[in-house]
């Protein structure tokens, strides 16, 4: 029998209250008990960056971290990015630059890249491809993703 802990943490700008199970990752806890599944399962083991999600303003993999050490804690998915304009920025250059296709990992793309931005505001394609490599992407490769970033860190905001 597992036990249970109670946290409470802010997620996405709102105080938060639940109880998890001790061994309950944080990824679980936002898709299963918490509905918000902008947050994708990929590879379970930190590899593939579909799951990422700020902590306290640091890009995190959310498959491995546990629930219970979000007690506490700042947490922003990419449902909290709806109203933020570099996120939005993001969104529309990863559109136009055809950096989306079956979209399965732009929600991490996106997580990352907006915490790249907030670093470093106009990064060069090195430091958008330091600032990515956590992220895998199937389907379009990486060009149009770097692409993507580049132009939203170059329009002002």
Request: net charge negative; glycine share 12%; with cysteine.
């Amino acid at each position: 029998m597992s036990a249970s802990v109670d946290i409470e943490f802010k997620l996405n700008g709102v105080g938060m209250r639940a109880t998890v199970p001790a061994r309950m990752s944080a990824l679980e806890m936002l898709r299963d008990m918490l509905g918000l599944t902008g947050t994708k399962y990929g590879c379970g083991e930190g590899e593939c960056g579909a799951c990422t999600i700020s902590v306290d303003g640091l890009s995190i993999n959310s498959c491995l971290m546990c629930a219970a050490d979000c007690d506490g804690r700042e947490v922003m998915t990419i449902e909290g990015l709806a109203s933020d304009a570099r996120a939005e920025m993001l969104k529309k250059s990863f559109v136009a630059y055809g950096a989306v296709q079956c979209g399965f990992c732009t929600p991490g793309f996106v997580m990352q890249a907006h915490h790249l931005l907030g670093k470093s505001p106009h990064p060069d394609d090195d430091q958008i491809r330091r600032g990515i490599e956590g992220n895998l992407c199937r389907c379009t490769g990486y060009k149009k993703i770097i692409e993507a970033i580049a132009e939203a860190g170059a329009t002002p905001s």
